[in-house]
């Protein structure tokens, strides 16, 4: 999935320290379920509409218009039809903006604790919000170009963006979310899930790495997520196999033991519930699972 900066094989295009991702209609893409990390988000819809959460606040999301998920923000994001193509683009403030003795070093900080964020959503037209598109086109054009020239333009445009950001769209975040949010408790979470999720994991062994009981554990994942562990866990497994659709060399039953399933009818059956599409479907291969 486009959302995890990580050095893995799904994304063979990745030479500097940002993702950038185009997704197309409802068979290549069916969105994505709740989840949160502490790298930026942005989501640029290009066609059709997109029907997005981020904590407690929805949004319709249509063409032209970008939203922007700030460090460790809940939130899920489904395209509406066929037609709906978006770009996501990802980065850890913490790597973009890391320069000793700079302010933008506190302020990559002060963001990832949610001591101050960024404004949501950016509708078209509006003012001190236009620009913020035709940036994450211009990037998304120049990130898969891979030359010299192109690299420094992804960075720079990258750079252009950040700094349009915090001119016009950076603020205090007056106590919204961080009395509801551990951000401690979702910093370990998404570490040990980036680490552990493809290994045999239970309530008991995530709870045993955050060092709390499996109760406590129990009732400040459903606090945060509404859910519990292992369905979170079994969505999040889904969603990195979704992210796999570039790896053609790989079977279905090796792209679902890759994420963590040991039987492969209940990865199809949950790949299916999550996202729509049987995996065979999805993945356009039609292939048999291979047998031993």
Aim: charged letters at 20%.
């Amino acid at each position: 999935m486009s959302y995890y900066l990580v050095d893995h094989a799904e994304y063979p295009q990745k030479t500097l320290p940002v993702n950038c991702v185009k997704w197309s209609g409802l068979r290549q893409h069916s969105g994505f379920h709740l989840h949160n990390h502490q790298e930026l988000e942005i989501i640029a819809v290009r066609a059709g509409k997109m029907q997005i959460t981020a904590d407690t606040d929805s949004y319709t999301v249509a063409a032209g218009e970008v939203i922007v998920f700030n460090p460790y923000v809940l939130h899920a994001g489904f395209p509406e039809d066929e037609t709906t193509e978006y770009l996501c683009i990802t980065f850890s403030l913490t790597q973009i903006l890391n320069f000793p003795k700079s302010p933008l070093t506190a302020c990559a900080a002060a963001l990832t604790e949610e001591v101050t964020r960024f404004d949501v959503y950016y509708p078209s037209g509006a003012e001190n919000r236009s620009g913020i598109y035709e940036m994450t086109e211009e990037l998304y054009d120049a990130f898969y170009q891979k030359s010299n020239a192109s690299e420094c333009r992804t960075m720079g445009i990258l750079y252009s963006l950040l700094a349009f950001l915090f001119e016009h769209h950076y603020h205090e975040n007056e106590g919204k979310s961080t009395g509801r949010r551990n951000i401690k408790f979702m910093r370990g979470l998404a570490q040990y899930l980036n680490e552990h999720f493809s290994e045999t994991i239970g309530t008991e062994d995530a709870a045993e790495a955050l060092f709390m009981s499996s109760s406590w554990f129990s009732h400040t994942f459903h606090r945060h997520f509404g859910c519990s562990f292992s369905k979170y866990l079994c969505q999040y497994r889904i969603q990195r196999a979704a992210s796999m659709q570039a790896e053609p060399s790989m079977s279905l039953a090796e792209i679902a033991a890759a994420v963590g399933f040991t039987d492969y009818c209940y990865f199809s059956r949950s790949f299916k519930k999550y996202t729509g599409q049987a995996p065979a479907e999805y993945f356009r291969r039609w292939k048999m699972p291979k047998k031993e």
